[in-house]
């Protein structure tokens, strides 16, 4: 069902910073990811989200709780306070890819117009998607986990992968058709000035992650 959203760009523009906020603080949290994984080494939640089998996923969060107490307890408050603060990205995110396809359907066909109208309601399923794995891997970070046979591990990987397919079509859809209008003119002049909001958002992102991470390596060689 096509959906008109009025004043669309707006409330992209400030869903687009909170995605901004929450992925810097992600990104600090981000920092303190340690295991012991015969060797102490880094994580990033990606490896918790595609790991290479189930049992690869219980030996990072064995390897979580085999740490020094310090730092296992560093390690588990930076992945906790990570998975809540995703609660908050999640809205945003899966938001501001609905509202691109909204607007992309208002501008094409009948045809067009179900495709987007379908590829952004879908949103919806990888947002739910996007919560069970939280909660699962919430409820999952203990010592004693056992995950690695069984169907529940199954789920788990097929709602992260479900999450990753539908919010990842859709925006390359989107931004593909909103690209192809643009070359053909088809915009609005009252969009422009979202345009440098969204850029200056995008840079000021690229800019602080590229900050963190220096100082973040300067910090390690010290």
């Not at 069902?1 to 707006?10: A, D, K, N, P, R």
């Not at 880094?42 to 089998?53: G, H």
């Not at 891997?137 to 529940?152: A, C, D, F, Q």
């Not at 209008?181 to 995008?202: A, K, M, Q, T």
Request: hydrophobic share 55%; charged share 15%; with cysteine.
């Amino acid at each position: 069902m096509h959906l008109h959203i009025s004043e669309g760009w707006t409330i992209f523009c400030f869903l687009l910073g909170v995605i901004t906020v929450t992925i810097l603080i992600m990104t600090f949290q981000g920092r303190n990811f340690y295991t012991q994984d015969v060797v102490l080494r880094r994580f990033s939640i990606m490896d918790l989200q595609f790991p290479s089998s189930p049992l690869e996923l219980e030996n990072l969060v064995k390897g979580i709780f085999a740490l020094p107490a310090d730092r296992s307890q560093k390690t588990l408050r930076a992945l906790k306070g990570q998975l809540y603060v995703d609660f908050l990205f999640m809205p945003a995110a899966y938001g501001a890819i609905f509202i691109l396809c909204m607007h992309v359907a208002s501008k094409m066909s009948t045809f067009g117009q179900q495709l987007f109208s379908i590829l952004a309601w879908a949103q919806v399923f990888a947002w739910i998607c996007d919560i069970i794995e939280n909660i699962f891997l919430l409820i999952n970070l203990k010592p004693g986990i056992r995950i690695s046979n069984g169907g529940i591990a199954k789920a788990y990987l097929i709602s992260v992968l479900a999450k990753w397919a539908i919010a990842l079509v859709a925006l390359v859809c989107a931004l593909s058709a909103l690209f192809y209008f643009w070359l053909i003119g088809r915009y609005s002049e009252d969009s422009l000035p979202y345009l440098w909001i969204i850029g200056g958002e995008l840079v000021l992102l690229v800019v602080i992650r590229l900050i963190i991470a220096r100082k973040a390596n300067v910090l390690e060689k010290e």
